[in-house]
């Protein structure tokens, strides 16, 4: 079975009621999709970062009352997970489809990163596209288009990875649910490489620590 993209009916998952019928839908739609993302990109993400890289799939198993209210698959270099360290993302909000790189509050390496960042900061906010998006905090739909933040609003939140637990940065891009070219597989294909090479050096850094 190929890829066929995503639909409507797939982010209407979000709207049904209670965990056990939210996860039956979301194992029945979604992880299928997933699990052709995990098998399509991972050889693809392990020759651009040089590293073996696994997929996994987000399987929401600590909930026991609240129903997810989003869900991914996340590429790392881990074969055990990827919270513990740097790594990329797609996943699903209600409204729209994300695609990030990621290092979340869990990574032992955010703090060294977090410094890296700031070093190169002018660099890095020339090197991300002004229509690409960032986001603080992975439970949250909400993001930050690159051409609104300034380099000190960067090197703020560059500087709050090394220093604030919680914190946590995320790059790359959403796309509204209603977009044409989720319905299109090959595009939609082409276009979460294209943004997983352009967030790459980001990946990169940390590699290079």
Known sequence: MEFEGFSTKDFDVFEIAGLDERMEALKERIRPKFEQLGQHFTPILSVKTGQEMFYHVAKHARRTVNPPKDTWIAWSD?????????????????????VWFAVIYEAPSKGVLGTKFAENVQEIKRMIPEDFVWSFDHMKPESYPNHLLSEEDLLHAFVNLTNKKKSEILCGITIDREDPILKSPS???????????????????????
């Not at 881990?78 to 994300?98: E, S």
């Not at 595009?187 to 620590?209: A, G, Q, S």
């Open 78 to 98: 881990n074969k055990r997970g990827y919270k513990m360290v740097p790594h990329f993302q797609v996943g699903l909000w209600p409204t729209h489809l994300f």
């Open 187 to 209: 595009d939609l294909l082409e276009k979460i490489e294209n943004t997983f090479h352009t967030v790459l050096p980001l990946y990169t850094m940390d590699i290079e620590i």
